[in-house]
C-alpha cells in the first residue's frame, strides 16, 4: 500500500460534512484498506471558525475556501455546502488547480452540471455526486455503470422525504396538508421554510439529474415541469382510496414512445396500491427504474440525513481516491444521446377530475362532449348528487396534457360546471 | 473516439449469451457512445456449433474454447458457461493471455473467488460478476463501491426467484409445496430437477459472494450454513399469519456485535409482514441492507432470465472496456478484513417451534424447563388440544443456534413430546 496519503479538503462542515469528517477519522484504517491509500483531512472550509468542532483538528479549520482548494497539494475537494455560489466557483477552481471533486450539491449539478463536467473532462479528473440525489441510496452509479449497457425508458421516485412523510400521514390519518405538515416541522422532517419541498424545487433538481444519467441526454432543472403538493386534499385521498391509489409526489423521467425524445416532471399522482412505491413509508425514498433488457427495478432507502448522506459522499471519495491512485477517471458526463426534451404538453398519462356541476338532466351529455373534442377518451365517470349540486368524477383513458388542459379550460366555461375540485395524474399503471 | 474496437469473446451461448450477443449487435452504437470505442464480438464458444444462432455470423462460433480465449488480441471475455470446468481453467486462461473477464457463474465466484481475483490482479487485469448475483439489480457495485465508505452489518435477501415464486404461491393460495412446486415447473420458473433451488444451493453461493464483498473477507461456500424449503408446510404459513409473518427463502449475512466474526446462512424464515422483503412477490428478488452509516437500503428487481442478466453482463462489459481504455483496473477482491466465519451455532436469532405433545398437565411446565435448561428465554406459548394430544407453539427470545439445537435435541427425548412438527427461525424484525 502507498503509504503517502491523499489529501481532502473539505467545504462546509455542517450535518454531513462533520460526519463525512468524522467517519473519515474513526474509519481510516478501513478506507485507507479500500482505497490503497491512507487519506487525510488536509483543510475544512466553514463561515463559522468559531464553532467547537468536535474531532476536527482546529488548525484545519479555515473562512477561506477559494485558499484551500487552490493549494494544489488537494487530491480531492468535497463540497458539502450546497446553492449555487461560492459551491460553483470553488468547484471549478478546485479542477483547474488538480483536484478530483465529490459534491453532494443537487441543485448545483442540475442547473450547471454540463459545465461543470466540461471543466473537469478538460483538466482530467473526476466529478461524482451519487450523494446530490436520494441521499445513501446508490442510483446514479447503477445507473450510470450497471445500467450502462441497457436502455432505460422510465424512472418513477419518490426522491424528497420530507413530502413522502406529509403524504403518508395524511394517506394514514386522514389528516389535512397544514395538520400533516406541522407534525413533519415539530419532528424536524420538515424544515421552518418548507418551500423547496413541499413545491417540488428539491425533487425537480433530483429529476433534471436522473434524467440526464437515465437518458445520455442534457435536461436542466428549468426543463422539469414542477407542480408542488400543497394543494393535495383529505378529499382526494379518497379519492385515491376509491380507485385502490394512494397519492405520492413523484418525480417522473420518460422516454417517449417513439425513442427520439424524453421528459421529466414533478407532481403529485395517484398511483395504484400494488405498485412497490405505493408502500414507501414515512421519510423514505425509492426510485423505479424501467429498462429494455432489465425490466423493473426498485432502489430504496433514507434519502436524506447527516449519516446516509455521508455514506454516499464516502463511497464517491473512495471511488475518486482509487482512480487518482490508479491514474484514471472514471465515467464522465455522458450526453451523446442529445435527445429532445419535450414540454409537459407532450407527456401522455391518465387523469383523474373531480367537477363541481349541477344536477340537472344534460350535464353529463355536456362534459362528456368536451371531453371528446378535445380528443380525451373516458374510462370511467361516477356522479354523486346533494341539493341540487352534484360531484362528478371522471378517469380519462391516457392522453396528452395539453389536450387535457384544453379539456379542463373548455369545461370551467360550461355554465353547468360550478367549478373543477381536483385535477390528478394517475401513474405506474 | 478510439476507432479500432475492443474485441469480445463469448463463451456459452444460451439463453443469456445469445440476448448478449443481440444487444451487443444491436445497441453498438450506443455502447460504442459510452465505452468510448466500438466493440466488436470476436468469438463464440459453444458446445454444439450446428445450433442455428440468429444474428450471430457462423463465422464467428467455434467449438475450441481454449484455443478462443488464447487467442491473445482479446480484450475481455465474457463467461456465461455456469459450473465449475471448464468455465474455471477457461478464466484464468484468459487473465494470462491477456484479457479481462465478465462472469454471471455464481457457483465459481462462490468456489473460487479468491483464487480468480488472484489471477486477475497477478496480470492487471479485471473480474467483474454483476450477474452472478440477483440478476439485474445491481448489488455487487453498489455493495462494493457505493458503500465503500460505509460498514455493513447484515445482508439480508431473496435471492432466488423459484423459491421465491413458491413460497408466494402456497402463501398467497394456501398451496401444498408440491402443489406450488407444480406450477412453476408448468410457467418455466422451476427447472426439470429443481434440487440447485429448492435446497438453497443457488442461494447459498450467492450468499458467499455477498458476505465476502460486504464484509471485506473471505466467505466460501462450504462457509454458508444451508437448509431448504422444501419441507415448509401450509401449516407453517398458518402459524406465520398467526405471528404477523409471512415465509421467505432468505440469505442471511451478519457481522457479530463483537464486529469480529460474520456468518452466512440459508433457509427458510418468517418475516414481519411489514418487513419490505415481504411484499416481494412472485419470481422477483429483493436485497436487504443495513450499515452505519446509511441505514437501511433495499435492491428490488428480476433475479433471473436472459435479458435481466444480460443487462448487468454488459454493464461490466462497459466498465471493463472503460478500464482497458483508460489503462486501469477496477475494485479487484477485498478482502482486507479477514473476519472469522462463525458456524451456524454461534448465530443468534429468534425461533417459533412447533410441537405434538400429550394433552396432560405438566407437560407445559417440563417443556418450559427444558428451554430455561438450555438458557433459550421463551417470549411466547400457544397451547391448542384435540383428543388427548395437543399442539404447543413456543416463540423465543432471541438465542443462539447451538442453544436451540441443544433444546430441541432435549425435547424429543421427553416423553411426553410426542414430535418437533417444525422449526422456523424468525428474522427481520
Known sequence: MRTRPLK??????????????????????????????????????????????????????????TALVKRGDIDVVVEVIGGIEPARTLITTAFEHGASVVSANKALLAQDGA?????????????YYEAAVAGAIPLIRPLRESLAGDKVNR??????????????????????????LDEATALGYAEADPTADVEGFDAAAKAAILA???????????????????????????SAKNMGCTIKLLAICERAADG????????????????????????????????????????????????????????????????????????GESAYAALTVSPMGDVVTRYHISLDVADKPGVLAQVATVFAEHGVSID????????????LVVVTHRASDAALVGTVEALRKLDTVRGVASIMRVEGE
Chains 1, 2 share one sequence.
Open 8 to 65: 481532502v479538503a473539505l467545504l462546509g462542515c455542517g450535518v454531513v460534512g462533520s460526519e463525512v469528517a468524522r467517519i473519515m477519522t474513526t474509519h481510516a484504517d478501513d478506507l485507507a484498506a479500500r482505497i490503497g491509500a491512507p487519506v487525510e483531512l488536509a483543510g475544512v472550509a466553514v463561515r463559522r471558525p468559531s464553532k467547537v468542532r468536535e474531532g476536527i483538528d482546529p488548525a484545519l479549520v479555515t473562512t477561506d475556501a
Open 115 to 127: 459545465a461543470l463536467h466540461a471543466v473537469a473532462e478538460a483538466n482530467n479528473k473526476d466529478l
Open 155 to 180: 424512472v418513477l421516485g419518490i426522491v424528497n422525504g420530507t413530502t413522502n412523510f406529509i403524504l403518508d400521514k395524511m394517506d394514514s390519518t386522514g389528516a389535512g396538508y397544514q395538520e400533516a
Open 212 to 238: 440526464g444519467i437515465a437518458f445520455h441526454t442534457r435536461v436542466r432543472l428549468d426543463d422539469v415541469y414542477r407542480e408542488g403538493m400543497t394543494e393535495v386534499t383529505a378529499a382526494d385521498f379518497a
Open 260 to 331: 427520439q425524445s424524453v421528459t421529466a416532471r414533478v407532481h403529485p399522482a395517484m398511483i395504484p396500491l400494488t405498485h412497490p412505491l405505493a408502500s414507501v413509508r414515512g421519510a423514505y425514498n425509492a426510485v423505479f427504474v424501467e429498462s429494455d433488457a432489465s425490466g423493473q427495478l426498485m432502489f430504496y432507502g433514507p434519502g436524506a440525513g447527516g449519516s446516509p448522506t455521508a455514506s454516499a459522499v464516502l463511497g464517491d471519495l473512495v471511488a475518486v481516491c482509487r482512480n487518482r491512485l490508479s491514474g484514471a477517471t472514471g465515467p
Open 380 to 391: 370511467t365517470v361516477r356522479q354523486q348528487g346533494k341539493d341540487g349540486e352534484a360531484s
